[in-house]
């Protein structure tokens, strides 16, 4: 939270437009985390994988034309940018940098999630979910900084989502 004050969207009014939608969530506080590895040290009140938490990795990516996208996978997964490039019809993605991530999707490393897409489709940012992800019975993200967690089943997530016409590509790595 000591950005949150700097974001072009504060995670405040996130908050509040996920309640505007009366979409339930549960929400949590931790120290901040900026890795995958951290987060699994701060799970106290979360689902495990096996009891249907979905716990996320989000690679903010563009390709060689400067499209943008926003990959959203399951934590554990190893990643293959090539076969990633294939399922997304891109050319060669490589990641973003922070200042990129700031300017497309209003986030700063650590802290990016699926819900930064109330900002980044302003930015023409595509949003591609692993399929495993929306079989989940809860999602956890980031409210846009890194020292908070929500928790969202994943038709709320996507319920969401379509309130400011965004629809995600499915994936399946």
């Known amino acids: 939270s000591t950005y949150q004050d700097s974001l072009p969207i504060h995670p405040d009014s996130l908050i509040a437009r996920i309640t505007e939608l009366n979409l339930p969530f549960e929400s949590f506080t931790h120290p901040p985390l900026r890795t995958v590895a951290d987060s699994k040290e701060h799970r106290a009140g979360f689902l495990t994988k096996e009891e249907g938490g979905a716990h996320l990795k989000n690679l903010y990516l563009r390709d060689?034309?400067?499209?943008?996208?926003?990959?959203?996978?399951?934590?554990?997964?190893?990643?293959?940018?090539?076969?990633?490039?294939?399922e997304l019809g891109a050319g060669r993605l490589s990641f973003g940098s922070a200042d990129r991530l700031l300017e497309f999707c209003g986030v700063r490393p650590g802290a990016v999630t699926p819900l930064a897409m109330l900002y980044g489709h302003e930015k023409q940012v595509t949003l591609a979910l692993d399929k495993?992800?929306?079989?989940?019975?809860?999602?956890?993200?980031?409210?846009?900084v890194n020292d908070r967690t929500i928790a969202m089943s994943p038709q709320d997530l996507m319920t969401f989502l379509a309130s400011f016409g965004v629809t995600p590509l499915t994936i399946s790595l």
């Open 132 to 144: 495993e992800i929306l079989e989940a019975k809860l999602i956890y993200m980031h409210p846009l």
């Open 64 to 86: 060689r034309k400067k499209n943008t996208f926003l990959a959203v996978i399951e934590e554990d997964k190893d990643v293959d940018l090539k076969a990633l490039s294939d």
